[in-house]
């Protein structure tokens, strides 16, 4: 908001302005002309206002009609016909003021520090009341009041007596606040609407909006990733792809200075010269057009054409071609990269791949990470990779991968971690899995299962094969859970035993004792007789002890409950381990070992097969109460 003047005065100069009477459409030119001819400062000046004179007329480029001097009564009739909004009328008003030095001791308004501010466009002015401002009421508060706001906007250039309908509003309240505090005084400022015109709508010309293409700017502290720069848009059903703004022509106004403000001209120069095919619908309506997907994809531009693409053939993902493509795991996007070249990477250095689908034809690079829902790997990974996806097929892994069902055909020790998992061939690793199966299992290869480990032909030594009911991080975090909260009750019942055992003892005692206040209480109410307090309270207490031993056993046997059911939960995290099964089809080579790691105690049973042995199917049994072997079991 800007603001045209404030009303704190200066104390008085020694030289003087004879008081001077002038005729003038601009008061603030005519006091600097004032002060500048005297030598004097321009706030040291003030003036009265002695007559206010409004003039209008119509004008065009051809004719300028004579100004015409109107009073109030027709300046509401312009209000009612919207004369204002009408191009060729002017308005304009000319004051006869009184202009004299300032006598600053004796203005009873020195702290009440007042000015007038308005918007950009001078169509909403306003009053702002300085913090700080202190006034005491007089019976003429209102009346100078009013000549203070007139004095202000006529310094400001703003017609006084027009557009400023609520002025008496805002007087008759400030007046009633200042005389209830009798000395006023503002902590805070106070900004009040005190005139309001006909505010322009803004002409908007026409935009074309790519939504797809918007990227999100970087903060101050954010690294710029110039890695990702958006080779792939990814796209879903029903999204504002491009929108069409339609130009809008604006409509005029007038401010509080009677200026007529005339929108400026439509420019249309983005009107869409593209078309869309079947995968994108358009929506038009008075405002814009709108472009949505019809379905999941990538938005691609071919021959002038917009459409929505699923499936997308590239020679690399590197940064010098594509850099990083994140598109989302339920894009749609199905992805090809057909590099081939044993020596080349067809998955570039640290670059990163978030697809529906990918099919990679060569290698997996250093630090290169690729998550998606179903993946091929038709070369090998870097030992620094990571590959991540629900359906996941890698030729030779070194890497680490994640998954649900897994296919290794050569693992080169990398790691697997995952639910159903296939290898053809392990020369080392480390692989982790509900169920594992190996077709050819050679040297220094660590697989551990929740339920069940297979090797077809066992061709190396230095393995460890683990059954381990927690192998899964949701496992493990539910029995440490369910151990705290066993804690928890243990302690709680132990506590609350402690407790009934001390309460039945005290009523088992005081029962004699009860049932004599009782009989006596029983006597006394039959005969009309005041109940001692005494009886009555020692009645009470007895009552209350027996009511919260009944609750507490209440409570003991709730949390015995609990405590079953989760002592329940526990075991069946071992029982499965019984369940569980390694297998070797092959004869055992070399030294090998087979550990159950057991929930509840929580030990670990090892076994190494002896070699040349014809063992296959090996299980954790029970042998005596309390204790465990490794031993070959029915498959």
Not at 83 to 105: G, W
Not at 347 to 353: N, S
């Amino acid at each position: 908001m800007t603001l045209f003047g404030s009303g704190k005065k200066e104390s008085p100069t020694i030289k003087k302005v004879r008081p001077t009477v002038i005729r003038t459409q601009n008061v603030a030119k005519e006091l600097m002309a004032l002060a500048k001819s005297y030598g004097v400062k321009v706030e040291t000046l003030d003036f009265n206002i002695l007559e206010v004179q409004t003039y209008t007329r119509m004008a065009d480029d051809k004719n300028e009609t004579d100004w015409v001097e109107i009073d109030e009564f027709q300046i509401e009739e312009l209000d009612e016909n919207d004369t204002f909004l009408n191009p060729l009328f002017e308005i304009k008003q000319v004051y006869e003021v009184e202009i004299y030095s300032k006598d600053a001791d004796n203005d009873p308004y020195r702290d009440f520090y007042l000015a007038v501010g308005a918007n950009a466009t001078k169509c909403k002015i306003y009053l702002n009341i300085k913090e700080g401002s202190s006034v005491s009421y007089i019976p003429s508060f209102a009346r100078e009041l009013h000549v203070l706001i007139n004095k202000s906007k006529v310094r400001a250039g703003i017609l006084i007596n027009i557009f400023d309908e609520m002025m008496d509003d805002v007087i008759s309240k400030i007046s009633a606040h200042v005389k209830i505090q009798e000395n006023a005084f503002y902590e805070t400022s106070e900004t009040i609407l005190i005139a309001q015109s006909y505010e322009p709508t803004l002409t908007r010309n026409d935009e074309l909006v790519l939504h797809f293409d918007k990227k999100e700017k970087p903060s101050e502290h954010e690294r710029i990733n110039y890695a990702s720069r958006g080779f792939i848009h990814s796209v879903h059903k029903d999204e504002l792809l491009i929108e069409y703004i339609k130009a809008k022509e604006g409509i005029p106004g007038r401010n509080c200075r009677g200026e007529f403000m005339r929108p400026r001209e439509l420019e249309i120069s983005h009107e869409p010269t593209f078309t869309v095919d079947e995968t994108i619908k358009v929506i038009e309506t008075s405002d814009n057009i709108e472009y949505r997907a019809k379905e999941n994809g990538y938005i691609a531009f071919e021959n002038n054409v917009y459409l929505i693409k699923t499936d997308v053939d590239i020679g690399e993902i590197s940064f010098k071609t594509t850099g990083s493509i994140s598109t989302g795991l339920d894009s749609d996007v199905s992805i090809n990269v057909k590099e081939a070249d044993a020596i080349k990477d067809a998955i570039g250095t640290g670059m990163v791949v978030e697809v529906s689908e990918i099919e990679v034809e060569g290698n997996v690079g250093p630090n290169a990470r690729v998550d998606a829902i179903k993946a091929t790997i038709g070369g090998q990974t870097h030992k620094t990779a990571q590959i991540r996806a629900d359906e996941l097929k890698i030729h030779v892994h070194k890497g680490r991968a994640y998954g649900k069902h897994i296919h290794i055909t050569r693992l080169e020790h990398g790691e697997i971690d995952g639910d159903i998992i296939d290898i053809t061939q392990a020369l080392g690793g480390e692989v982790r899995g509900k169920e594992v199966a190996i077709e050819i299992c050679g040297s220094y290869v660590k697989a551990t299962a929740s339920k069940r480990i297979e090797i077809k032909k066992l061709h190396g030594s230095e393995n460890v094969f683990t059954i381990d009911p927690l192998l899964k991080k949701g496992n493990k975090k539910g029995f440490d859970e369910n151990e705290k909260n066993i804690k928890v009750l243990e302690n709680d019942i132990k506590s609350i035993s402690r407790e009934i055992e001390s309460y039945t003892k005290t009523i088992k005692g005081n029962t004699a004792t009860f049932n004599d206040v009782k009989r006596r209480l029983i006597n006394y109410k039959k005969n009309g007789v005041k109940m001692p307090e005494s009886f009555v309270k020692q009645y009470k207490q007895f009552q209350k002890a027996v009511e919260h031993l009944e609750s507490i056993k209440k409570e003991i046997a709730a949390k015995k409950d609990q405590l079953l059911l989760l002592t329940t939960r526990t075991a069946s995290y071992q029982d499965n381990i019984f369940d569980a099964r390694i297998i070797n089809r092959d004869r055992w080579v070399g030294h090998n070992e087979i550990r159950f790691k057991l929930v509840d105690p929580p030990i670990e049973i090892k076994f190494n097969p002896p070699e040349g042995s014809l063992g296959k199917v090996f299980g954790l049994v029970e042998v005596d109460d309390g204790e465990y072997a490794i031993k070959v079991v029915k498959e």
